[in-house]
């Protein structure tokens, strides 16, 4: 009888042995685990830390540190939806939690909920180091909150990626629209038609401000500063007038607009020989990049603007799009949808450039043309090629083939693109951390696309045009 009540007494005994075994590995093994997921937080290894993190929330989901530790891990990694519910279950401990939730609301483009977030993070941490840069945010975020109500729809025809010391190359005007030129040094000067009207950049100063002349009769009148209202920064340059002398088209170097140079109207007002307050035209010809140089051609109802914004080193990519009887808004109200096209990530193509009658080539036959046409090549306003024996150069003729190889390759990897997009929408959250990462790695391989296409198609009509001049 006592044996098998000591027997008893031994079992529980190791029960309780084996049960305090279990906890103190399991409390071990969580401790490596947290130092190792805190060792490589700290030392920015983030995709590592992140799985290290997931792997500790799943025995303390509750944990402050490891959700706030979790959602940087996300943030900087590129995942700003979910790294934003991962702060919330950070509790307020972290007051830098509202400076990240800031950034992830700022890309995307979430813009009340970013400045909320910022003017959370400054009560919390009213003497920071960042007070500068969380400023530029807020008026960043407010700046869009403003455009994009009214974000422009248009439809790109062309675009041709250039150094930028060449980027005027681009603008294939007709005589109408009067004569833009470099002075060799960055400064750009417009002359209307008929040659009697000129604005151009001058230096004043150590200012780039625009300045007015008028043709006299042998000479030219004393040039004609323009005031305030015009030169309201250190730089301005890029001025083009539209043909009714009245509507000026400009770029500035604004602290307060939306980042870099920025285009700019004004019209002027010949009662006081004033002109009105210049407005920011918004989105898309204007970004956190530099915007430049917008030129209207109403002859070829087209238009042209410059930025660099998808550019590397010192180029630029020029836009040439459709003109409209009136502008047309992007209708949508979601905030995805509208940042994309103001971006200029998302936008509508023309079926076909626009071919004035004064360029349209006249063949004999039209009829037998038309069924030789194999497709529709703008190499320059006077030289469209519909088929490969039209080509003289046949290197150009080589890298045309390339061109529509990647073009191929870049529509389909937008149309995976927007599939993933729309599986992320409908996913369960467990399965869209996978796809989050599918979508990035998508739009990197996307983007490169998109610029080997913009830069192929340039190489095609800088080949071809070196070949027909002999």
């Known amino acids: 009888m006592q044996m098998s009540k000591y027997c008893r007494t031994f079992a529980a005994c190791m029960r309780h042995f084996a049960i305090f075994l279990l906890l103190f590995f399991s409390l071990s093994l969580s401790a490596q685990t947290a130092a190792k997921a805190n060792t490589l937080f700290e030392k920015g290894h983030y ?49 830098l939690r509202y400076f990240f939730e800031g950034e992830c609301y700022y890309h995307l483009w979430m813009t009340s909920e970013a400045v909320n977030a910022y003017n959370e993070y400054i009560k919390e941490a009213p003497h920071n180091d960042r007070m500068e840069y969380i400023n530029r945010r807020i ?12 974000v422009q729809d248009i439809s790109i025809t062309d675009s041709v990626i250039l150094p930028k010391k060449d980027f005027l190359e681009a603008y294939r005007l007709s005589h109408t629209a009067g004569e833009i030129k470099d002075d060799g040094n960055g ?15 001058a230096t004043e100063n150590g200012e780039q401000v625009l300045v007015n002349k008028y043709k006299l009769l042998d000479s030219w009148s004393h040039p004609d500063t323009l005031g305030e209202t015009i030169n309201f920064t250190s730089r301005q340059n890029y001025p083009y007038y539209m043909s009714d002398g009245i509507t000026l088209y400009f770029a500035a170097c604004d602290t307060l607009g939306m980042g870099g140079w920025d285009i700019y109207i004004t019209r002027y007002n010949s009662a006081t020989n004033t002109f009105t307050t210049p407005e920011n ?88 043309v038309e069924e030789e046409e194999q497709y529709r090549l703008v190499i320059s306003p006077d030289r469209v090629y519909t ?5 003289v150069s046949q290197e150009a003729l080589s890298l045309y083939k390339q061109y529509l190889a990647v073009l191929a390759q870049w529509q389909q990897q937008k149309e995976e693109l927007d599939s993933l997009r729309e599986a992320y929408r409908s996913a369960q959250p467990q399965q869209r951390k996978q796809l989050a990462a599918d979508i990035r790695d998508k739009e990197q391989k996307e983007a490169e696309s998109a610029l080997e296409v913009r830069t192929l198609l340039n190489s095609v009509r800088q080949t071809e045009m070196k070949a027909v001049a002999g």
């Not at 934003?84 to 972290?94: T, V």
């Not at 990049?289 to 042209?304: L, R």
């Open 387 to 391: 088929s490969d024996s039209d080509f």
């Open 47 to 95: 995709t590592e830390a992140d799985e290290a993190y997931a792997a500790l929330l799943k025995r303390a989901p509750s944990n402050h540190l490891y959700n706030y530790r979790y959602a940087r891990c996300l943030q900087e990694q590129g995942e700003y939806k979910e790294a934003l519910k991962y702060f919330a279950k950070s509790g307020n401990k972290y007051s």
């Open 281 to 368: 035209i918004g989105y898309p010809f204007n970004s956190e990049s530099n915007d430049y140089m917008y030129v209207i051609d109403e002859e070829k109802q087209v238009g042209y603007f410059a930025t660099d914004r998808f550019c590397t080193g010192d180029s630029v990519c020029v836009y040439q799009f459709l003109l409209q009887d009136l502008p047309s808004y992007i209708s949508s109200s979601d905030i995805d949808t509208l940042s994309l096209y103001a971006r200029l990530i998302k936008y509508h193509t023309a079926e076909k450039p626009v071919i004035t009658a004064e360029n349209e080539p006249q063949p004999e036959d039209t009829q037998a």
């Open 187 to 201: 400064l750009v000067s417009y002359c209307n038609q008929r040659g009697d009207r000129c604005i151009y950049t």
């Open 139 to 150: 008026a960043i975020s407010n700046t869009r909150q403003r455009y994009l109500k009214r």
